[in-house]
């Protein structure tokens, strides 16, 4: 209701001469104006009409006006509304109270004056009104409350949702990070694992150098004494285990001299059926299954044939009853469901080696490619089989993957890279035992390891050369540029202040017609094509090794001037 809307008043009275007069008193309030001549008649208007203010007579015929106010008051509608007494006689203040218990709110008596009967109407009509105009805005209120309050829990529902969304988006990334973390640390410690063992493993292939070198020699000045010769083969059969050991270092540190190729997997597995048979045993049934589309690997086949074999007998191990070992292969493709995310973009073969034997629990599962780490017990294995297995995946380019649990077996998938070209059709053979043997030459042996150097000066003039030392590149460079006679250089790589590979193209520009021979311990060398130019020799190496080398570096210059060495610097200073 607004302030410009008009209101009902009730005007009761059994004279029709008075309901006219106090029409026209009230004329000029602008209100609806509703006559009753009696309080029959004013009840029925009360039912169907809403009333601001009722102005009723007190004495009627029917009812008294008391009477019929009690008898408003007493419905609920009605309650709150103002009635107003009329009076034609004076009332005593008895009469008044019971007025006011009846419910009456005012009283106007006769003679009435029409301003004060409009003032005390105007002022009721005014509070209807304007409690009206309350109602509705509480109403409104109300609503818009309730609004409000249905879109606060709406959003609150909301927001509920999204706290939870967001909570389990935490935990996800939560649970990624801590898979990434574990990763990378995982990462750190293999690569930490792998410097330290390459490390070691340079140090003992240089101590193996003297070892096996010394012991050769030794072996050819022995006399004809069975025990010495035996005592000495027993020496050199240890220093070999030794260098086998180091290679293994090397494999999982990632610094093994690989020779990669396209291997054809059919025909290297055919080739490896009969050894496969005779190191598993007959308690042991193999299954292997090869698709016909399957891709060739770019590997090292004995590098390769080699990790195969270490994880069968890791599998043989674990089938102390017999059981199944399954070997499967199939092409893949990085982005694959099952492909390790490590991996990087390209195409793959992974080879599947499965057994059925008692598998591993999780922390012996995160040990298993660390070097060293076995669980055969004391003299039954190195650790080092599943480490070279890794540190070969990881260095050919592709990835080692262990599922296992206990009582359910292991499964290790290999992925390789695959071959860009074909595979040879027959594999090398390999090379004979027969040593090539250079004319007598003057060499310079470069190392600065004593040990090391005295070797190999002893190897090389038991065949025969005459040999110079240098303990370090720079000694080395003095001794030719003061006019050293050499035919060949032979000079270790991994040496403090210059390294071999730098000394080797020093001589390149200075001496140009000199040959040289890179010796590592491992292969830290880079693998670029200027780098492949100078023939190499991977320590610990044989006597023989040596020899051929050296023919080989020869056989393409020409003949060792070793009493005069102007030819080799001639036009150079």
Known sequence: MGDGERVNILLVDDQPAKLLAYEAMLAGLGENLIKAPSARSALEQ?????????????????????????????????????????????????????????????????????????????VFAEL??????????????????????????????????LNAELEERIETRTRERERAMAQLFEAQKMETIGQLTGGVAH???????????????????????LQAHRLLNNALQGAERGAVLTQRLLAFARRQELKPEAVELPRLMADMNELLARALGPAIEVAIRLPPDLA??????????????NIALNARDAMPGGGTLTILAQNAAAGDADTPGALGPGDYVRISVTDTGLGMDRETLAKATEPFFTTK?????????????????VQSGGILRLTSAPGEGTIVDLWLPRAEQAPAAVRAAPAGHETRQAAPCKVLVVDDDA?????????????????????????????????????????DHLMPGMTGLVLAR???DEFPRLPVILATGYAELPTGPAEAAW?????????????????????????PATADTSRLIEGTV
Do not use: W
């Open 46 to 122: 009360l039912l169907k009409t809403d009333v601001a203010v009722i102005l009723i007579d007190v004495c009627m015929p029917e009812l008294d006006g008391f009477e019929l106010a009690r008898m408003i008051r007493n419905h609920p509608r009605f309650q709150r509304t103002a009635i107003i007494f009329v009076s034609a006689v004076q009332i005593t203040d008895p009469d008044k109270l019971r007025g006011y218990e009846a419910g009456g709110v005012d009283y106007v008596s006769v003679p009435v004056v029409p301003a004060v009967l409009q003032a005390k109407v105007r």
């Open 128 to 161: 209807y009104r304007k409690t009206r105009q309350l109602e509705q805005l509480n109403a409104q209120l109300e609503q818009r409350v309730e609004e409000r309050t249905a879109a606060l829990a709406e959003s609150a529902a909301q927001l509920q949702r």
């Open 506 to 508: 020093v001589l390149r």
């Open 451 to 491: 040990l090391v150097r005295m070797g190999t000066t002893a190897m090389l003039q038991d065949l025969g050369h005459s040999t110079m030392e240098a303990a370090s590149a720079a000694q080395a460079l003095d001794i030719l540029r003061a006019g050293g006679a050499a035919d060949v250089v032979l000079t």
């Open 535 to 559: 023939p190499r020799l991977a320590k610990p190496f044989l006597q023989e090794d040596l020899a051929a080398a050296i023919a080989t570096v020869l056989a393409h210059q020409p003949a």
């Open 377 to 393: 017990g004391p003299g039954k294995g190195t650790g080092l089989g599943l480490s070279m297995v890794h540190g070969l995946a």
């Open 296 to 309: 060739p690997v770019r590997a090292d086949a004995n590098q390769l044939e080699l990790a195969i074999l």
């Open 203 to 225: 140090d003992f292939n240089n101590l193996l150098m003297a070892v096996l070198g010394s012991l050769n020699l030794l072996k050819k000045r022995l006399p004809d004494d």
